[in-house]
């Protein structure tokens, strides 16, 4: 076996390649939260994910099985497999504890490239993808009213984000704060959809006609639909200030609010939420050791942006 998990003994692990019907190599990919390892599945190139518990089973059942109704409904989105007893996610007492594991397809294509994907095809069939989900939720309900996903505002990253942000002496806190304050009052007038709530460039898989595929739902929940725009438009902002001269930003917004086709409100502090979102979770998961020098370098490089952006849109408010 290549790699090894620090969750499972060799024989526990071999357990799981064989209840998922994988070959004995695989591969050890970086992790987070998640343990994700790449193997093959009858020759087919597949992600095995080992979650640590006590997050609930049930907000994983329900990532998985939103994912395979999005997938039945037609929508892009990779495939969720199941385990030789048909299950798609089955618990398992390890030696370091209950692990949850599910397993998926590959996308099709290859991943998004940042030097060579922010064009008007794979941001016009991005909108269009945002839109899918958006009108699938209006009106998905899980079949067991106890396997369903957080509310936005109890999101792990956005708690790590308020949290630094209560400690901080940075003048971005309190209007971060005031955000977060500002979409929960929303929220009482306003219904949340079941977002994906991450789906920036990098969740994405594009083939050689631009059509794309989405993975990793790792965060999805009930949100509201223009914070998923926002995250679009933010990464293509983003690409705009690291690839000067290569990413046409404003042409880009343009061709992603036309193809969404939804009228949307305050995307401008939509786009500040989610900025400083990534600020102050960057800071807080930093302070807390969770971050190698690859974060920690990332941290430093979008720190000028990120600031300059958010003061810049919540100048007025």
């Known amino acids: ?12 692990f071999g ?3 064989a209840s998922w019907a994988l070959d004995a190599d695989f591969e050890a990919l970086r992790s987070s939260w998640h343990r994700v390892f790449r193997a093959r599945r009858n020759g087919e190139l597949v992600y095995l994910r080992l979650t640590p518990l006590p997050r609930r089973p049930d907000e994983v059942r329900a990532e998985l099985e939103w994912m395979e109704s999005l997938r039945a409904q037609g929508l ?12 798609n996610f089955e618990l398992r007492r390890l030696r370091a504890g209950e692990v949850g594991v599910s397993c998926f397809e590959a996308a099709p294509g290859r991943l998004t490239e940042k030097g060579r994907d922010y064009r008007e095809p794979v941001v016009e069939n991005w909108a269009r993808l945002l839109a899918g989900l958006h009108e699938h939720a209006r009106s998905f309900a899980p079949r067991h009213p106890t396997a369903r996903r957080r509310p936005w505002f109890e999101d792990s990253v956005l708690k790590i984000a308020l949290e630094a942000a209560r400690d901080s002496t940075e003048p971005e ?16 007038t306003r219904p949340v959809l079941l977002s994906h709530a991450d789906l920036h460039l990098g969740n994405l898989s594009v083939t050689p006609d631009d059509a794309l595929h989405v993975f990793d739902f790792d965060d999805a ?11 679009a438009l933010v990464s293509i902002r ?15 917004e343009a061709a992603l609010l036309r193809h969404y086709g939804r009228p949307l409100a305050d995307l401008d502090l939509w786009c500040a939420y989610r900025i ?4 102050f979770w960057a800071l807080g ?7 190698d020098e690859e974060r920690l370098a990332w941290l430093r490089k979008s720190t000028p942006w990120w600031k300059a952006q958010f003061g810049s849109l919540t100048k007025a408010t």
């Open 1 to 12: 076996m290549e790699g090894s998990s620090d969750l499972a003994t060799p024989a526990e």
């Open 15 to 17: 357990d799981i390649l």
């Open 76 to 87: 892009p989105v990779v495939g969720v497999c199941r385990n030789r007893s048909g299950e």
């Open 173 to 188: 806190a309190a209007p971060f704060r005031k955000l977060v304050d500002r979409f929960r009052e929303l929220g009482r």
């Open 221 to 231: 929940c009930y949100h509201f639909p223009e914070h998923d725009v926002a995250v």
């Open 238 to 252: 983003k690409a705009a200030w690291e690839l000067p001269g290569r990413v046409d930003a404003p042409a880009l």
């Open 276 to 279: 400083g979102l990534s600020y």
């Open 285 to 291: 998961s930093a302070r807390a050791g969770a971050f």
